[in-house]
Nanobody, 125 residues
Framework: QVQLVESGGGLVQPGGSLRLSCSAS????????IAWFRQAPGKGREGVSA????????TYANSVKGRFTISRDNARNTVHLQMNGLKPEDTAVYYC??????????????????WGQGTQVSVSS
């Protein structure tokens, strides 16, 4: 059974940092493109960042460019999202997702086969 589990969320002050992790069981993430999506209260889900299966291609939403970094840790079957310079508008539930297509995409949710349950990120003073 495939399972993705997000961790690392929490409450942080504006300007702070968090590192989210997406750990997998039942699949080897090396063969999957991985993306992070988020959903804020009362809003639709949006793509935040994605990395191709090879790690050679990454993409970010304009709203997080320069602040967030996605990385793969294949030895631990985990993908991280380092979030720096957090803003109140980053408050959302963050989900990781795995796609059997190798290309990183944050706009085509239908490409993603497996989804985690989400982790809450709250940015507030």
């Amino acid at each position: 059974q495939v399972q993705l589990v997000e961790s690392g969320g929490g409450l942080v002050q504006p300007g702070g940092s968090l590192r989210l992790s997406c750990s997998a069981s039942g699949i080897t993430l090396d063969y999957y493109a991985i993306a992070w999506f988020r959903q804020a209260p009362g809003k639709g889900r949006e793509g935040v960042s994605a990395v191709s299966s090879s790690g050679a291609s990454v993409t970010y939403a304009n709203s997080v460019k320069g602040r967030f970094t996605i990385s793969r840790d294949n030895a631990r079957n985990t993908v991280h999202l380092q979030m720096n310079g957090l803003k109140p508008e980053d408050t959302a539930v963050y989900y990781c997702a795995a796609s059997g297509f190798t290309t990183a995409s944050i706009t085509e949710e239908d490409l993603y086969d497996y989804w985690g349950q989400g982790t809450q990120v709250s940015v507030s003073s």
